[in-house]
Structures are given as C-alpha cells and as structure tokens.
C-alpha cells in the first residue's frame, strides 16, 4: 500500500490578522506549503508555523508570490525575469531561515496564485 500526502496552505496570518488554524492543521497534514511573506504571512507567523512543522514532523514548503500583499498574490504582475527570480530567491532565504532556527528545513517550491498559473 502506498502512502498519500496530505498538504495545505499555512502560515498565511499577518500581523492581527489571524487566517485558519495552522497549529490544528499541523497535526493533520504531513507537508506544508508555507506563505513566505509576499501574499501573505509576516515573520512572526513563519517562525511559528515552521515550529509546528517541525514539532509535528510535517514537510516544510515555500510558497512563493507576486509581491501582492493587497491582492493574496492573486494578481499578475508584470516584472522582468531577473527581478521575480531574486523575488523568489528572496523568499526562499526568508522561509529557510525560519526553518533552520526551527529545526527544519525547506523541501519543495510551489508557487501561488498568478505565480503559479503564469509558470
């Protein structure tokens, strides 16, 4: 019998504003993809996310946006390639530091919303 990945999108709260149950989804889901901070998500809310991740032994994944705070990063924005490629390094160093402190580590990349339907 083969195993099934459950996943979900996580650590999307920013500031006040609280988005989902992350700690609860955590003991359910064995990969996150988690907000690294340009649609959604603020350093706060990575650093504990990417705790419960590695508490709960869940798979820890960026996702990557358009700089599009205001639109959930649902938005397609016209940038030449070179500045979304630093755009995604950028928030790959962001979400790998949150996981070494943590006792994690980055494992995949899943783009978000017009990121991902313009890949």
Not at 28 to 41: D, E, I, T
């Amino acid at each position: 019998m083969g195993t099934l990945d459950l996943n979900s999108d996580l650590g999307e709260s920013f500031g006040r504003w609280e988005l989902g149950d992350d700690q609860a989804m955590l003991g359910l889901v064995s990969s996150a993809n988690v907000a690294c901070g340009f649609h959604a998500g603020d350093p706060s809310t990575l650093r504990r996310t990417c705790a419960g991740a590695a508490a709960n032994g869940v798979v820890v994944g960026a996702q990557v946006a358009y700089a599009d705070l205001a639109g959930f990063g649902r938005r397609f924005i016209d940038v030449p390639p070179s500045d979304l490629a630093n755009d995604v390094v950028y928030q790959l160093g962001a979400l790998e530091a949150m996981c070494r402190v943590t006792g994690t580590a980055v494992r995949y990349v899943k783009p978000h919303g017009a990121l991902y339907n313009a890949t």
